[in-house]
């Protein structure tokens, strides 16, 4: 049999690593950012057209490659930051592989003007799938300019698999917050399709994530400030008080670099245990400083995760360093902190088996929500609508019909007397009760219904929501005293790509200016009174949605919508209200199933009592 294994041809090869390290335009972004800073760039610009499928730009002011260099520079495995296997423990460098610019050249376009500063002439070179079509020197400017075009023009699978434009730009935007807050004496900027998202000055790490996140995140933030032998840890963490219902301002980076820890995540999570709204996230801002020998930086393509040698020993020193942040700002007069600041731990040599966590004393009994107001109200109106005129308003009933009288025995919580027989539909519905401020509890005639309060609610306002989108009958609700609100620019830039479809909803936002919004009236139907909380919540959910958002994106944000503002767990209602929220689940077309097609009810089969009860 003839030989049949062959060695892949350069430009396949290059093509499929491109794969592992060029995902999507955000990608390209990041590896040529993080050049330009390696390349010791203080100021960095970045240019994007149709969020990055015509045209990704970064200008540079660092020192430039000789042209020889800038040949070398797209070759595999070229790199100008390792010489040595062992030089990899001590990498301080964003990039190391030297595979970024072989991949990008491999499936797009590329023009790459460079200039070393002593030198009078750049050097210009245009590849295209890995083709160096012309090399020849050039008048440019001091550093580098990257223009990369046509992005997977050769890899159709790829380029098919681009998300929207608001969405391949929200990549892109968090990718520079990410190298932003990591660098932030290095002035930044972002413009898209001409207008700018970002033009960030160097500065501070306070200053820099005000101007990433708004004047607001200011009097929020709460230093952290560590230093062991391990590990320095500072930056900020937020008050809980002022804990968002979107995730997304929580950032960890490790030596200049951001990086993902789920562990460590939960350590801070630990840390604000208890002292947290219900379904909201503290931001936070982590900058741990170690020698780069107790790291692993090498485990991921893209880099985000990180391996370290001392976890646990971090995981305390983090968790010890949070505490005491957050005891500094409880302001509890029993807690003496010196006025230095630092934490007292324990520094054992190299040998962490044994680290304890510092003491630190905090009020146990301090509670920041001592007096909170009611963030959705849910009074009896939230559930009214005009559900009498639905087709299939007795829906319900049926299920009741027959009821033998015996079995309607579950009494309301506060019931003394002896149950009644001669029991009535309506009566029975009286019957229900809420268990564990999370289900309602009905009897029917087959067994005991149990009802999902938050998804019977999420499907009851769904349906509204779709039935104005149907009969396009917007029902928007002005606001007596419109209130405005901030985002951050990759949520803004979501809330504006939605604004349209939420305006169909019965929302009237507007933008102005910035990041800014000004809410003037909700849609009828949701008759919510904290319409920013709502914001905030519909943006989480329609970010983690995986549903095909082009496709359906009013169904999708009327589903996200529905999440935002049903009845969360945990909320106690009263008789009437559960009485509505079942009468109303039963005019839905769909009772069974929430928007996202999670069971909403079951019923227990009354044999199944019988056979516990055995
Ligand atoms: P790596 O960053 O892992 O070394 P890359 O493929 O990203 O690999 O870059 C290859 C080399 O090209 C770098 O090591 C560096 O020497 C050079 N280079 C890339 N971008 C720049 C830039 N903006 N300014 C100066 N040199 C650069
Ligand atoms: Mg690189």
């Given amino acids: 049999m003839a030989d049949i294994i062959q060695l892949l041809p350069d430009f396949v090869a290059n093509q499929i690593a491109a794969g592992e390290v060029i995902q999507r335009p955000a990608s390209v972004v990041k590896e040529l950012v993080e050049n330009a800073i390696d390349a010791g760039a203080t100021q960095i610009k970045v240019n994007i057209k149709d969020a990055g499928r015509t045209l990704i730009q970064i200008i540079d002011n660092g020192c430039g490659m000789s042209d020889t260099d800038a040949r070398m520079a797209f ?67 001091n550093g580098t300019n990257f223009q990369i075009k046509n992005l997977f023009f050769n890899v159709p699978a790829r380029r098919k698999f681009l998300k929207s434009n608001p969405a391949e730009l929200k990549h892109i935007i968090n990718e520079i917050q990410r190298i932003a807050l990591s660098n932030p004496d290095i002035s930044i900027s972002l413009h898209h399709n001409g207008s700018a998202i970002y033009e960030l000055s160097g500065t501070n790490k306070r200053l820099r994530i005000v101007s990433i996140f708004g004047k607001s995140i200011n009097q929020n933030l709460i230093p952290l400030d560590t230093e062991t032998s391990v590990v320095k840890i500072s930056g900020f963490i937020g008050q809980p008080k002022h804990a968002k219902k979107t995730f997304g301002e929580q950032f960890f980076f490790v030596n200049k ?238 809330l504006t790509s939605i604004l349209p479809d939420l305006k169909a909803l019965g929302f009237d936002i507007r933008n102005f200016g910035e990041n800014s919004f000004i809410i003037n009236g909700t849609p009828g139907v949701l008759n919510t009174s904290s319409p920013i909380e709502i914001i905030e919540s519909l943006l989480e959910e329609y970010k983690n949605s995986s549903v095909n958002i082009q496709e359906k994106a009013r169904e999708t944000i009327a589903i996200s919508l529905a999440q935002a503002s049903a009845i969360p767990y945990g909320h106690t209602l009263k008789q009437g209200e559960i009485n509505e929220l079942i009468d109303n689940l039963f005019a839905c077309q769909t009772p069974n199933f929430s928007p996202k097609g999670k069971k909403i009810l079951s019923i227990m089969p009354l044999e199944d009592f019988e056979k516990i009860l055995k």
């Fill in 75 to 141: 070759e595999r495995h070229a790199t100008s930051k390792i010489r040595t296997a062992n030089d990899i423990f001590a990498i301080r460098t964003m990039g190391f592989r030297g595979e970024a610019l072989a991949s990008v050249a491999a499936i797009a376009e590329v023009e790459l003007r460079t200039k070393e500063y002593d030198q009078e002439l750049g050097t210009f070179i245009h590849i295209s799938g890995s083709k160096i079509l012309v090399q020849e020197p050039v008048r440019c400017d």
């Fill in 257 to 494: 670099r951001y990086m993902k820890h789920p562990f460590f995540h939960k350590a801070i999570m630990q840390c604000y245990e208890k002292i947290l709204p219900p379904a909201s996230f503290p931001s936070y801002f982590i900058y741990f400083e170690i020698d780069p020998a107790d790291i692993d930086v090498n485990i991921h393509p893209t880099k985000t995760e990180i391996k370290f040698e001392n976890e646990s020993a971090i995981w305390q020193i983090l968790q010890a360093s949070v505490r005491e942040a957050l005891g500094k700002f409880n302001v509890v007069p029993s807690i003496d902190f010196d006025q230095s600041g630092s934490v007292e731990i324990p520094m054992p040599q190299r040998d962490f088996g044994s680290v304890h966590a510092p003491e630190i004393k905090l009020n146990p009994s301090y509670n920041p929500f001592e007096t909170p107001t009611p963030a959705r109200s849910f009074s009896g109106s939230h559930f009214t609508a005009k559900q009498t005129e639905r087709p299939n308003a007795s829906n319900w009933q049926s299920l009741y019909k027959g009821l033998e009288p015996n079995y309607d025995e579950i009494p309301a919580p506060q019931e003394k007397e002896p149950v009644q027989f001669r029991m009535e539909e309506q009566q029975t519905l009286k019957h229900s009760v809420q268990f564990k401020n999370k289900y309602i509890l009905t009897p029917v005639k087959s067994g005991l219904m149990v009802i999902d309060q938050k998804r019977a609610h999420e499907r009851i306002i769904y349906e509204r929501l779709i039935q104005v989108l149907e009969n396009n009958e917007v029902a928007s609700q002005q606001q007596l005293f419109p209130e405005t609100f901030e985002l951050n620019a990759s949520d803004a830039t979501l």
